[in-house]
């Protein structure tokens, strides 16, 4: 079966800090895997995405994620939080033909 | 263009009525994915549509759920004989292709803002 962890419930960083969301993930097949962001009352938004191409992944926001496969994880970070960033981030794995497996989110704060 | 959109944004009902969700999918998009956010339980997959058609309603929870998508563009998600327990975030996403063969769900899904349902 296909699983998604989120270490993490809620990260709190002060702005100008690295951001690090962990995510580990478990897949019988090659998986793709994302990270969404989910501000307030907003839909999910794409940060970033891993199909097998370069491990190193770059997003939106100057967000990136690397996938580890000795590791089976794909943890997302950035060098310098906003106070924009703070929302609630999903790791999600998509196994190949079954629906999306999302993580259970990971609150980040961004302290001024 | 527009994104995805969803009517209505909150909807409060009585236990033991029927409600209906509405997606507006992306112009263009072929599949259409239902999910069901709740707390503390993160995101659902509920069910998706392939055009009208829709192979894969796994994730529905029961038979008071069911959902339609006419014109390969609006879908309604029905839930009759509301429950507490149905209380969540209905969240819907759309893409441009559907899942096939091993390129699975790879395609990046778009989501709407959600329907918050609170059933007292």
């Known amino acids: 079966a296909q699983s998604v962890t989120q270490l993490d419930s809620h990260v709190s960083v002060s702005e100008g800090t690295p951001v690090l969301l962990r995510c580990n993930y478990s897949s019988s097949y090659s998986p793709s895997l994302f990270w969404y962001v989910q501000h307030p009352n907003k839909g999910l938004q794409l940060l970033l995405k891993?199909?097998?191409?370069?491990?190193l992944v770059k997003g939106i926001n100057g967000f990136e994620a690397e996938f580890k496969k000795s590791e089976t994880s794909f943890h997302l970070t950035k060098p310098s939080a906003h106070m924009s960033d703070a929302a609630e981030y999903f790791c999600v794995v998509s196994p190949g033909n079954t629906p999306l497996v999302f993580g259970k989110g990971t609150r980040l704060s961004v302290i001024a | 263009g527009a994104g995805v959109s969803q009517s209505p944004s909150n909807k409060v009902t009585e236990k033991g009525k029927d409600v209906e969700l509405r997606c507006d999918p992306i112009s263009g998009h072929t599949a259409l994915y239902w999910y069901r956010q709740s707390l503390g339980q993160g995101l659902e997959f509920l069910i998706y549509?392939?055009?009208?058609?829709?192979?894969?309603k796994s994730g529905l929870p029961s038979d008071r759920f069911s959902a339609e998508r006419t014109g390969g563009s609006v879908s309604t998600l029905t839930i009759q004989r509301t429950q507490q327990e149905d209380s969540a975030v209905y969240l819907c996403?759309?893409?441009?292709?559907?899942?096939?063969?091993?390129?699975?769900?790879?395609?990046?899904?778009?989501f709407g803002p959600g329907t918050r349902l609170t059933v007292l």
């Open positions: 891993y199909t097998s191409a370069a491990t």
């Open positions: 996403a759309s893409s441009l292709a559907f899942p096939s063969g091993t390129s699975g769900y790879t395609d990046t899904q778009y």
């Open positions: 549509f392939q055009g009208n058609s829709a192979p894969d």
